[in-house]
Nanobody, 119 residues
């Protein structure tokens, strides 16, 4: 089991940018992929995107393909990032990272980091 820890959330203004981090415990993360999800108040958790750990290939939810979200990873640091540009009020949510196997099944969840966007 992998322990995941998100960080980087906080209170930001509309139009600003933010970078979230997700660190996997252990000496080296060797899983298949990691992904980002978010859950806005009163809504279901939704998929943002995923990155394959070995190749660094990314895939994003179709509804979020406007280019404001960028997922990257630093294998040497066991860390995945989520860069969000031009934040909107609708981006207010709890952001979670997760590990995924090659079937796309989620294996581990982090505890989340809160992003609040204000006007």
């Amino acid at each position: 089991q992998v322990q995941l820890a998100e960080s980087g959330g906080g209170l930001v203004q509309v139009g600003e940018a933010l970078r979230l981090s997700c660190v996997a415990s252990g000496p080296t993360y060797s899983g298949y992929a990691m992904g980002w999800f978010r859950q806005a108040p009163g809504k279901k958790r939704e998929f943002i995107g995923v990155i394959s750990w070995q190749r660094g290939n990314t895939q994003y939810d179709e509804s979020l393909k406007e280019g404001r979200f960028t997922i990257s990873r630093d294998s040497a640091k066991n860390t995945m990032y989520l860069q969000i540009h031009n934040l909107t009020l609708e981006d207010t949510a709890e952001y979670y990272c997760a590990t995924l196997n090659r079937n796309g099944d989620i294996e581990d969840w982090g505890k989340g980091t809160t992003v609040t966007v204000s006007s």
